[in-house]
């Protein structure tokens, strides 16, 4: 199926009620597979955590860390309210809420799910990661709701383009017409990983990889986080740019030893002092799925014909 039934689909859904809506539960739990590298990709999704990935697995690894409903290989957004912004404060999140915690249900609301063969597709309505009266480094929740009325939609493919170690996620935030925002953090895509995924290295624009010092935070460069032997591998890199600021999307590394957990992210910031239009957000991320070389390898081809 092509993204345009998607877009006519969530249209509809929106459109007909004033909110996203589904008239009967639907089911998050899908599969889909493709070969790579003597192996195979194997993406899975689950009802629990509202049709976001749960688990991506490879080459006998599993490359995700799905403990709480934050956990995944999932979207999530962060915008200001009146002009006060700080990180989870208002922050719709594709797989749940924090009070989700390790729990088998999610407060995100999937709306529709098609999946088959190499591709997966989806329509969600994304919880707010905290609950009103909730708090996050000592600030409270922006949000008076549990559920939020931000859609988001992606669609997956396995083996696109003709690179088999390739996931192509398109994905696209819709920001509601009775809100007003004027600065929004679009977490496009981010993957938690098992603590063993400790290594991070940039991609230079040369196609070398540049080691990327412990630490936290963002930087310019496509990401690639990896076992210390490079036998396994996850990155990513976006050709997308911000629609407000023109600029491109950068990426984070993180590691939570007390967790137990490593993060990596593809970031794009909108900002716009007369408010940000409502409406669709379409982004797209390169992810690179292999030993380190061959996702150095693909994502540098990748790069090179976009």
Not at 15 to 35: E, F, K, N
Not at 60 to 75: A, I, K, P, T, V
Not at 159 to 165: C, L, S, W
Not at 178 to 196: I, K, Q
């Amino acid at each position: 199926m092509s993204a345009r039934p998607l877009m006519l689909l969530v249209a509809f859904v929106v459109t007909s009620s004033g909110v996203a809506r589904s008239a009967d539960p639907v089911s998050g739990d899908a599969v889909i597979r493709g070969p790579a590298g003597g192996s195979e990709i194997v993406i899975t999704t689950t009802s629990r955590v509202a049709g976001a990935i749960h688990s991506l697995r490879w080459n006998g690894r599993e490359f995700l860390d799905s403990l709480d409903h934050g956990r995944q290989l999932q979207s999530a957004s962060n915008l200001d309210v009146e002009g006060t912004f700080h990180n989870e404060t208002f922050n719709p999140t594709e797989a749940g809420s924090a009070r989700d915690r390790d729990g088998p249900t999610s407060t995100s609301r999937l709306l529709w799910l098609s999946a088959g063969g190499r591709e997966l597709q989806t329509v969600s309505r994304m919880a707010f990661w905290l609950a009103p009266g909730d708090t996050s480094g000592g600030l409270p929740a922006l949000n008076t709701e549990m559920l939020s009325n931000h859609l988001l939609q992606k669609r997956v493919v396995i083996g696109a383009g003709g690179f088999e170690h390739v996931i192509r996620h398109e994905i696209t935030f819709t920001l509601p017409a009775d809100e007003r925002h004027t600065r929004c953090t679009f977490e496009v895509l981010t993957g938690y990983m098992p603590a063993e995924f400790d290594t991070f290295h940039g991609l230079r624009g040369d196609d070398t990889l540049e080691p990327l010092p412990d630490g936290r935070g963002e930087q310019r460069l496509p990401i690639i986080a990896s076992t210390a032997e490079g036998g396994h591998a996850m990155g990513a890199w976006s050709p997308t740019t911000s629609r407000t600021t023109g600029r491109p999307a950068s990426y984070g590394r993180f590691m939570f030893p007390a967790q137990r957990v490593a993060k990596w992210n593809c970031v794009v910031r909108e900002a716009r002092a007369e408010g940000l239009e409502p409406g669709t957000y379409h982004h797209v991320v390169w992810v690179a799925v292999g030993t380190r070389e061959q996702v150095r390898a693909t994502l540098a081809a990748v790069r090179r014909r976009r």
